[in-house]
Every structure is written in C-alpha cells, then in structure tokens.
C-alpha cells in the first residue's frame, strides 16, 4: 500500500528542477507511506514519478519504488496489492525471469515486461493503482483497479498532466491553478460524494474503476476500459438461465470466498480485521479465522448513544470466533473532535457520516496491526441495503396509475416522524429499517416520480434537485438515468445493485475506507470485491441474494456454519452516527455559524434560502433533514479550508 504522484510535461527542465516539484508532490502523502519513499525522473521525455510506501509485502529495499523492469523498459509506480502475486510470481520464474526479491510490485512490473500490460491486468487479482511509463514507446499509462478500491487522480496543470492518489499531491505542482467545478458542487450535494468522473475542481478527474489512461507528450488521453462489471453483470445473469442448482452454487460462492479470504491474509506485517458483528465483517471474519492458527485479531468501536451501538454485537461474535477481540467505546467529544480535520483528509467535500467511526476505528486498529480487512461490498453484491427489499414492490407501484401513487405519497407525507418511529417500531424486526422516519420522506417522495428510473435517483439523493441550491450549476449530468442499462438489466432491483456497485461503492464507501485508513498509515482490504467473488456473485439469481424479505440470503446461509444465527440476525443499523440530534445539540453553534446567509452567500456558490428552511425544520424537531444538511455543511467546511489554501476562483471565472 502505498501513495503515488508525478507528471509529464514536455517544455524543457533540468533533472533538478523535476525532481523537486516531484519530491513535494509525493512527500504530501506521507501518511499513505510512512516506511520508504522514492522519485524516478527522466528529464529528457518530461516525465517524473514519485512513491511513498507502506511496506506490506517484501519489507525489504527490494521493494522501493518506483521500480524499473529488468529489461529496463518499464517503470512503475504502484499502490495496491496483487493478491496472487505468488502464482505470478512462478510463471515469470517458469518463463525464465530472474526475481530480485518478492513483492507484488516487482511480479507486477515484470509481467509488464514478460505478457503485455492488458495481459498482465487480466491475470492479476487486487487492488491497484499505478503510473507506468514506457520507456521504449515514451508513453504514461494510468491505471485504476477492477473496482475502483484505490483512489486516482489526473489532470491538466499549463501543459503538464499531473496525478496522484491524493488532490493534495496536485496541489503541490507549481502550476496547479484550481477552478471549483459548480456542476460537480450540485453532484455533491446529490450524493454526498463527487462521482466519478469528476472533481470537485474542473478539468481535473477521477480514473474511473477498470479502465487505463494512455498519453505521450503533448498528446492527448486516451481511454480504455479493460474490465467492465456491466459486461459482468450481463454474462452472469445468462449464465443464470442454466444454473447449477443451490448447494452446487454455495459451495462454489464459499470456495471462492475463502481462496479470496486466505490470498489477503498474505501480510509480512501484523494483521487483523474490522468487525461490527453484521453479517459481512462476520463472515470475513469467520473465514479468517478458519484459516488462522491463531487468534484473529479483530476491532470495533461502539457508542453509548440509543440505536447506534454495535459494539455488544461484534463482541458476542468475536467471543464465537475466538478472536483477539479489541473495543472502544466513544464518548461524542471524542467523536465530534474528528470533524474538523475531514477536509484535509477527504481534500474535496464528502458528506457520508460514518466517515466519523470509521476514522476512528482505523485509528484504533492502527495501534495493533498495519493491514485490516474489512466487509465492504457485500451490500451490492448480495442486496443487502432496504431499497433492494422495495425494488419489487416499486416497481408495481410505477405499474399502477399515477393517481394511487400521489395519494400513497401524500398520506406518508403527512406522518410525523414520531409517528414513523413508533410504526417502525412495532414492525417484525426483520423488516424494521434503521432510521425509518428518513425512508419514510424518501419512499413518499419516489413515489411522486415519473418512473423507476427517477426513482432510484430520488432514492440515493441528499438533496433532490440540488442544481436550485447552486446558482452557477448546469443541468444534471449523472448517468442515472440511462436507458440502455434498462434494457441491458431489465429487473428493478438487480439493475439498483448495479448502479450501486458503480457508483456509490467506489465514489462513497471506498474513498471513506481508504482515506480514513490511509491518513493513519493502515492498509484496509476487501475481499468480498476481489472480482473473482463478483463475478461468482453475479451468477447466482437475485432469489439466492433476496429470498421472503430476507436480504444477503447467499452469505446468510454460508455465515451459519461458523457462527450462529441468533448472533447475527437482528435489524440492519448501518455504521452510523446520531447526527440528527447532534446537529440539533452539541454541534448547533458550529452548524448555526456554516449555514448563516453570509457564510452560505460567500462566493456565490450556494443559494441560502432553501438551506435556511430546511435548517429551521431540522432544529425544531420538524423533519429529519441531517443527511442533506451534512452535506452543505461538508462543503462549507470544506471550502473554508481550501479559501486558507490557496486563492478560490471568482464567480466570473466559475460562469466560465
């Protein structure tokens, strides 16, 4: 694991004056590599790469980078892990190439050398991303895992092409000029993250999940996609027409797991696991364990607040498993103490809450081990979330006429939110969602709209038509709404869970893993999204994945032979913060002070009436309005750290 910076220009320096910009565009990311660092330049064609580095793998100088090819071609640097670099690692012996050590880096540039890089793609399974430079055809490749796991930005600076893991590496090039992106501040308050493509800046990207950036100097980017989950989806859901029956397919979902499972255990440093006691992290867990001789170490955080403590759960699952079991419990100073620095290490606005426990568990890990897995993916794979269990019956609602909705619309509007509580909670526990005054507000709200299309978009928007709070912003511009993919994933719910897995995974719930693990200088892997396990995923029918209500029913039924049923089944929570009533207590004054109409009036990027009634509704106890409310203040917060950084663009140059 590691942090990765550079540029290619083509006006004429000295060696000197690269390796500087370089070495401070690297050394920005610090935190992603504490261990080792290194710059490679070649003055002459204009390129310059940088490495900072976690050692994981091969903790020895044979694993610095940026590292060249043996034959001298190749150099890369890298951030990731090749999971089954040691299969690799035996066909380059078999092939006759001499390793000088045994990193993942090394097998990864060889092959390059050995296969092709598309070859070599295809062969490796990890998390990844990397700057290649070839020294023959003098061109700079970029490119992102299948996933999208590991973070990478590009983008033009004068005539350079900058990129790094980090915006904060782009910001130390001297030419770095940053305009803020108004469509991209719209997107934000959407979502709660910019999806990819975009920045929050313009002209500068995100290298989107399995895809590869290919430039020469002065030449323009050329885009290839070398792995596409939507080709994924489409194969698999054939291959389900003539599936094997259920047992065949479990055993085949669970030896795939554990061969995912026992590749990232591979760590020369110590390892352990996060653990909420859900059924994802449980089941990483379990499978760690089975394939541990001692102890797994394992780690969770838990709060006193009501509703929001996990901690008892993954307590009882650990004392299960046996693991070497690890819990703090946060007192809310302690938690609201991490908000300020969330800019600095998100470097653009990002609004998804758990970012807060998530910081913190990684903190909390760190003080034990360098490499933690965690369950993440295992939502979108196996329709875990609550909008997966209304798919079906969304999408007869939309069959209907448009009359019963409204009206089925209106009667939820008028519910108060003590009202919805008191209703949820005398629901079966198994169909209880978590926050249910919020699904309340969104499922009236969907059912307002015009198709399920505009539906699912309703459902995983902040902010519904956020372009009216940003007066420079233009139309909308995400994808939600393509209609191929409606023909391409004609069921409702599988076609949510496609969505999900290209757009929310990796722009929120990946980016707030890996920042808030690599600002402590821990590793977090995901072995649910080894794309060997989403591609068996993909093959098994949406009734192994949701079955009577039951969500995750596939994982479900594999996590009973290591733990017990009675430990896990209980109501999704979610890693969540009570942030309604914080906003509406300790955090009023500082919320109070980011949503004044002169705050949200600087540089005319927000419209401070919309904000101002929702704000009002939100502290008299009204409506739940924290999650869109977060959001702006994300971004207020956000923008006030990057006005001290560096001169923010005028409203002029923004219409521009």
Partial sequence: MCGIAGFLDDRPATRASREAVVSAMTEALHHRGPDDG????????????????????????????????????????????????RELAERLRQQGVALRGHSDTEVLVEGFARWGVAPTLRACEGMFALALWDRRQRTLTLIRDRLGIKPLYWG???????????LKALRRHPDWRPAIDPDSIAQFLRFGYVPAPYSIYRGVHKLEPGMMLTLDAGGEPRLERYWDLRRVVA????????????????????????????????????????????????????LMQAESTRPVKTFTIGFTAAGFDEARHAKRVAAHLGTEHTELYVEEREARDVIPSLPTWYD???????????????RLARQHVTVALSGDGGDELFAGYTRYRWGRRIERAF???????????????????????????????????????????????????????AAYRRLVSLWPEPERLVPLAGAARDELRDPALRQRVPNFTE?????????????????KVDRASMSVGLEARVPLLNHRVVECAWRLPLSMKLRRGETKWALRRILDRYVPRTLIERPKQGFAV????WLRGPLRGWADDLLAADALGRGGW???????????????????????????????????????????????????
């Fill in 348 to 362: 653009e606005p990002f609004a998804d809450s758990s970012q807060i426990p998530t910081q913190i568990v990684s």
């Fill in 156 to 166: 033009k600076a004068g005539r350079a092409l900058l990129f790094g893991s980090e």
């Fill in 235 to 286: 194969d698999g859901r054939r291959d389900t027409a003539g599936a094997a029956d259920e047992t065949a397919l479990l055993k085949e979902l669970e030896g795939t797991l554990r061969r995912a499972v026992r590749n990232e255990m591979e760590s020369d440093v110590p390892l352990g696991a996060f653990l909420s006691g859900g059924i994802d992290s449980s089941l990483v867990t379990a």
């Fill in 495 to 511: 076609r949510m869970m496609l969505l999900d897995t290209l757009t929310y995974l990796p722009d929120d719930l990946l980016t």
């Fill in 38 to 85: 290194g710059v490679w330049v070649d003055a002459d064609a204009g390129v310059a790469l940088g490495n900072r580095r976690l050692a994981i793998i091969d903790v020895s100088p044979a694993g610095h980078q940026p590292m060249t090819s043996t034959d001298g071609r190749y150099v890369v640097a890298y951030n990731g892990e090749i999971y089954n670099h």
């Fill in 399 to 453: 069959a209907a006429p448009a009359a019963l909705r409204y009206g089925a619309a209106g009667l939820l509007g008028l519910l108060s939110d003590d009202v919805v509580r008191g209703l949820a909670r005398i629901a079966p526990a198994r169909l209880r969602p978590a926050l249910p005054e919020q699904k309340a507000q969104k499922l009236s709200a969907l059912l307002r709209e015009d198709d399920t299309a």
């Fill in 606 to 656: 927000l419209d401070p009436q919309p904000i101002a009634r929702y704000w009002h509704e939100h502290r008299t106890g009204e409506h739940d309005w924290s999650a869109g409310l977060w959001a702006v203040l994300m971004f207020q917060s956000w923008l006030e750290q990057a006005d001290a950084a560096e001169a923010p663009p005028t409203v002029a140059a923004a219409r521009g």
């Fill in 578 to 581: 009570p942030l309604a009533a």
